[in-house]
Nanobody
Framework: VQLVESGGGLVQPGGSLRLSCAAS????????MSWYRQAPGKERELVAS????????NYVDSVQGRFTISRDNAKNTVYLQMNSLKPEDTAVYYC???????WGQGTQVTVSS
């Protein structure tokens, strides 16, 4: 299982970013996927998840209405569109496949003026 996150960066409050996670080494189209984040000094938390078909999504309350998880099974890629970013969204963001323990290297998101 290989997961490669990208798309992070420095953005001002209120701005947007789109994260991507390219997956390989497993049956992506049959696996639910999730995005997690870990801020300095805090535990890793689940941010959003999506079913294998992409028909059901779930979000942590703090990002509901601002973030959107989606996937393209033809490209083995899962996305996280992040809008109206806040300083408290600053963290390293990781994707994860359901039932697999592997993590990617993560992508840093920093929200600051």
């Amino acid at each position: 299982v290989q997961l490669v996150e990208s798309g992070g960066g420095l953005v001002q409050p209120g701005g947007s970013l789109r994260l991507s996670c390219a997956a390989s080494g497993f049956a992506f189209s049959r696996s639910g996927m999730s995005w997690y984040r870990q801020a300095p000094g805090k535990e890793r938390e689940l941010v959003a998840s999506i079913t294998s078909a992409g028909d059901t999504t779930n979000y942590v309350d703090s990002v509901q209405g601002r973030f959107t998880i989606s996937r393209d099974n033809a490209k083995n890629t899962v996305y996280l569109q992040m809008n109206s970013l806040k300083p408290e969204d600053t963290a390293v963001y990781y994707c994860k496949a359901r039932y697999f323990a592997s993590w990617g290297q993560g992508t840093q998101v920093t929200v600051s003026s």
